[in-house]
């Protein structure tokens, strides 16, 4: 073969590897963390809100604030007020005929100082996702003056009217070994409405 199509080969070899991992990674994603069916039949676009229950959370609380972009409605689980921070666990609960988990991306808080972190998320039940995040080191745990992500949340609104966002299951974990519920922490959620 000659230098000139040895060149070509290797050239469209490389063009190809872009497509054979998108194809792979929408297979092995299920298309990227929709809902667990992954299909929502509903041809009907929603437009989607928050109103947190707590719009000014104070300390030691962990609470919902949202932001929207059509029917898509992003729920920050913020932590307020507190520090020795490793991790969380808890259930976010919604209206299944309102809303589907759309996916999730890293939050802040437990990221401070280049900690590697987890995040487990469960969405196989309909109405609810299992969150489970930690720091994936020992050390010092993390703290939280004003507002701090610990996750972002998505969910897409596919009926008319309001769902309660709200908690079940929750705790706010320190950074002792192992580490234990954080006590006096309060969790507050909201409504999503779509019309």
Same mark, same amino acid.
């Given at each position: 073969? !000659?230098?000139?199509?040895?060149?070509?080969?290797? #050239?469209?070899?490389?063009?190809?590897?872009?497509?054979?991992?998108? +194809?792979?990674?929408? #297979?092995?994603? @299920? &298309?990227?963390?929709?809902? *667990?069916?992954?299909?929502?039949?509903?041809?009907?676009?929603?437009?989607?809100?928050?109103?947190?229950?707590?719009?000014?959370?104070?300390?030691?609380? =962990?609470?919902?604030? &949202?932001?929207?972009?059509?029917?898509?409605?992003?729920?920050?689980? %913020?932590?307020? @007020?507190?520090?020795?921070?490793?991790?969380?666990?808890?259930? =976010?609960?919604?209206?299944?005929?309102?809303? $589907?988990?759309? @996916?999730?991306? *890293?939050?802040?808080?437990? $990221?401070?100082?280049?900690?590697? =972190?987890?995040?487990?998320?469960?969405?196989?039940?309909?109405?609810? +996702? #299992? =969150? @489970?995040?930690?720091?994936?080191? +020992?050390?010092?745990?993390?703290?939280?003056?004003?507002?701090?992500?610990?996750?972002?949340?998505?969910?897409?609104? #596919?009926?008319?009217? %309001?769902?309660?966002?709200?908690?079940?299951?929750?705790?706010?974990?320190? /950074? /002792?070994? *192992?580490?234990?519920?954080?006590?006096?922490?309060?969790?507050?959620?909201? !409504?999503?409405?779509?019309?």
């Amino acid at each position: 073969m !000659t230098a000139k199509g040895e060149f070509m080969r290797r #050239i469209q070899a490389l063009l190809a590897i872009p497509m054979v991992l998108a +194809v792979a990674a929408s #297979i092995s994603c @299920g &298309g990227g963390g929709d809902s *667990p069916s992954g299909t929502n039949n509903n041809t009907t676009i929603y437009s989607g809100t928050f109103a947190p229950d707590d719009p000014n959370p104070g300390a030691n609380s =962990v609470a919902l604030s &949202g932001s929207s972009n059509q029917n898509i409605v992003t729920l920050a689980v %913020n932590v307020s @007020g507190t520090n020795d921070v490793s991790g969380a666990a808890f259930d =976010v609960t919604f209206d299944a005929n309102k809303a $589907e988990f759309a @996916g999730w991306s *890293p939050g802040l808080l437990l $990221e401070q100082g280049g900690h590697q =972190v987890a995040y487990q998320l469960n969405s196989q039940q309909a109405g609810r +996702v #299992i =969150v @489970g995040v930690s720091r994936t080191t +020992v050390g010092a745990g993390a703290s939280a003056g004003i507002a701090t992500p610990l996750v972002l949340l998505r969910l897409r609104a #596919i009926g008319a009217g %309001n769902s309660p966002i709200g908690f079940s299951n929750a705790d706010l974990l320190n /950074a /002792a070994n *192992p580490p234990a519920t954080k006590s006096g922490i309060s969790f507050s959620g909201g !409504t999503l409405s779509a019309n």
